[in-house]
T-cell receptor, first 109, second 113 residues
Framework: GQQVMQIPQYQHVQEGEDFTTYCNSSTTLSNIQWYKQRPGGHPVFLIQLVKSGEVKKQKRLTFQFGEAKKNSSLHITATQTTDVGTYFCERSNDYKLSFGAGTTVTVRA | DAGVIQSPRHEVTEMGQEVTLRCKPISGHDYLFWYRQTMMRGLELLIYFNNNVPIDDSGMPEDRFSAKMPNASFSTLKIQPSEPRDSAVYFC???????????FGPGTRLLVL
């Protein structure tokens, strides 16, 4: 399946700072889903975006779907040590399912 | 709901041995996915089923890998013979609908010596 591109692949953040990870696709997406995987754990669903330009918030996490539905972003404010992990975006378009490589986030206290 | 159940959670075996990984999806889910995760290659989709029928197995690395889903509540991923490069975490996930949220099991950590 065609993958989405996630950038950056690694993000090292000072506790309390903000950061953003991006998910880009060369084709239009019907929807996009974000997952988080803690070290040693399994991917856990965070949110799904469906509409063009959609913005959803979960506490300190803000998810956005681009107007053209080809990209998405996850912005975390005031990073905490609990935010450590790998964040995946996943495109599910008809029967082609694929995860991006993920952004692995580490936090320094 | 118990979530997706995988067994075993850890498997250590020797090269050449047969390995069978098991998965019980969430009841009522009609899609089941098998993934492999390594540091080098990330999370790779191996195969997925819809209503117990394999739909896309293009991610299966080679003939040593096979997957079955004899009924809606059980699937297996078999590696025969196993090789050290098969060492990885294997995840099973299920969803309701092909674009539904995927619920992952805890994974099987496989080490082939």
């Amino acid at each position: 399946g065609q993958q989405v591109m996630q950038i950056p692949q690694y993000q090292h953040v000072q506790e309390g700072e903000d950061f953003t990870t991006y998910c880009n696709s060369s084709t239009t997406l019907s929807n996009i889903q974000w997952y988080k995987q803690r070290p040693g754990g399994h991917p856990v669903f965070l949110i799904q975006l469906v509409k063009s330009g959609e913005v959803k918030k979960q506490k300190r996490l803000t998810f956005q779907f681009g107007e053209a539905k080809k990209n998405s972003s996850l912005h975390i404010t005031a990073t905490q040590t609990t935010d450590v992990g790998t964040y995946f975006c996943e495109r599910s378009n008809d029967y082609k399912l694929s995860f991006g490589a993920g952004t692995t986030v580490t936090v320094r206290a | 709901d118990a979530g997706v159940i995988q067994s075993p959670r850890h498997e250590v075996t020797e090269m050449g041995q047969e390995v069978t990984l098991r998965c019980k999806p969430i009841s009522g889910h009609d899609y089941l996915f098998w993934y492999r995760q390594t540091m080098m290659r990330g999370l790779e989709l191996l195969i997925y089923f819809n209503n117990n029928v394999p739909i896309d197995d293009s991610g299966m690395p080679e003939d040593r890998f096979s997957a079955k889903m004899p009924n809606a509540s059980f699937s297996t991923l078999k590696i025969q013979p196993s090789e050290p490069r098969d060492s990885a975490v294997y995840f099973c996930a299920s969803s309701l609908g092909g674009e539904g949220t995927q619920y992952f099991g805890p994974g099987t950590r496989l080490l082939v010596l």
